[in-house]
């Protein structure tokens, strides 16, 4: 079955400077790929997702990039501030559209 | 319009009873995926409904079982409870085409 494996585990990073979190995922038949963001004590929300038949996508400060190839995905958020820190969470579904997440990305933005 | 509804938020059980979690999912939706998280393991697939049908499992013993019906809304029972089975149960509901899971508040579970 599809497994995801998430880096860095923890970020931090000045505000408004770049913050990146890759992804990698094993089932080449994977085509959909979200990102959630679960701020403490609250459910997990969409941010932002892709599919694999597009490379890239971006909305305002946020992106996604997905490298079918080597079957990696990275979430890409610019001038972060500090309302950004939470944790990050990618996912992706297998052909079976069971939806995997990685381990999560603890963001911190310091002020 | 309403989103996804957990219902109870949070429950205290003791070693060896069983749980019932509901899941409300978004009106439309057809799919609902049940997920545990702890602060150690993230968020682990348990099971996901489609249509009153078991449509996908994750690697939970057979303690934990779900269900899905007419309606959509969907439980998920956990049968001689554990220590380890305190954590947040989340589910997500999703539109027939499997994009855009939304999440629901979760329910709390602590085992005593």
């Known amino acids: 079955g599809e497994n995801v494996e998430q880096h860095p585990s923890t970020l931090s990073v000045q505000e408004g400077d770049s913050a990146v979190i890759k992804c990698t995922y094993s089932?080449?038949?994977?085509?959909?790929f979200p990102w959630y963001k679960q701020e403490l004590g609250k459910r997990p929300q969409l941010i932002i997702d892709?599919?694999?038949?597009?490379g890239e996508k971006k909305d305002q400060r946020i992106a996604v990039t997905l490298n079918k190839t080597a079957k990696h995905f990275s979430l890409h958020i610019t001038e972060t501030q500090p309302e950004d820190s939470a944790v990050y969470f990618c996912?992706?579904?297998?052909?079976?559209?069971?939806?995997?997440f990685g381990s999560g990305t603890r963001l911190l933005v310091r002020p | 319009k309403a989103g996804v509804t957990q219902t109870p938020r949070y429950l205290i059980k003791t070693r060896g009873q069983q749980v019932t979690l509901s899941c409300s999912p978004i009106?439309?939706?057809?799919?609902v995926s049940w997920y545990q998280q702890t602060p150690g393991q993230g968020l682990q697939f348990l099971f996901e409904?489609?249509?009153?049908?078991?449509?996908n499992k994750g690697n939970f013993p057979g303690r934990f079982s779900g269900r899905q019906f007419s309606n959509s809304r969907s439980e998920m029972n956990v049968s001689t409870l554990e220590l380890g089975d305190s954590a947040l149960y989340l589910c997500?509901?999703?539109?027939?085409?499997?994009?855009?899971?939304?999440f629901g508040s979760g329910t709390r579970l602590t085992v005593v």
């Open positions: 997500a509901s999703s539109s027939t085409d499997g994009y855009g899971y939304t």
């Open positions: 089932d080449s038949a994977s085509n959909y």
């Open positions: 892709i599919r694999s038949n597009v």
């Open positions: 996912a992706a579904t297998d052909s079976s559209y069971k939806l995997i």
């Open positions: 009106s439309g939706h057809r799919s």
């Open positions: 409904y489609f249509s009153e049908t078991q449509r």
